[in-house]
């Protein structure tokens, strides 16, 4: 299975982006969809999550200036940024759990980050 982001580059402050992230390949069944980010120096952070219900819940610095959604039919996830600040650049992660196989456990995934650089 292949998780698959993009979307980042650089914006200026107040500016807006939009991540996408597809898996792709053979898979049974998704759950909860997520986004991380990750800034030099810090730890990796949770941005927001949706679950397979579609409840959504976002970090306080992102509240009302992010929006996490899904497209079961493409296995794919959303983040819509506006408003954006200096304090967004980071390199962004989806993260996805999912069932390959019926008989599979649900497992973690993770995909490879994209930069996101909110500068003037």
């Known amino acids: 299975v292949l998780l698959q982001a993009y979307g980042g580059g650089l914006v200026q402050p107040g500016g807006y982006l939009t991540l996408s992230c597809a898996a792709s390949g053979s898979i049974f069944s998704i759950n909860r969809m997520a986004w991380y980010r990750q800034a030099p120096g810090n730890q990796r952070e949770l941005v927001a999550t949706?679950?397979?219900?579609?409840?959504?819940d976002y970090a306080d610095s992102v509240k009302g200036r992010f929006t996490i959604s899904r497209d079961n039919a493409k296995n794919t996830v959303y983040l819509q940024m506006s408003s954006l600040k200096p304090e967004d650049t980071a390199v962004y992660y989806c993260n996805i759990d999912m069932k390959l196989r019926h008989w599979n456990p649900v497992t973690n995934y993770w995909g490879q980050g994209t930069q996101v650089t909110v500068s003037s």
């Open positions: 949706i679950t397979n219900g579609g409840n959504t």
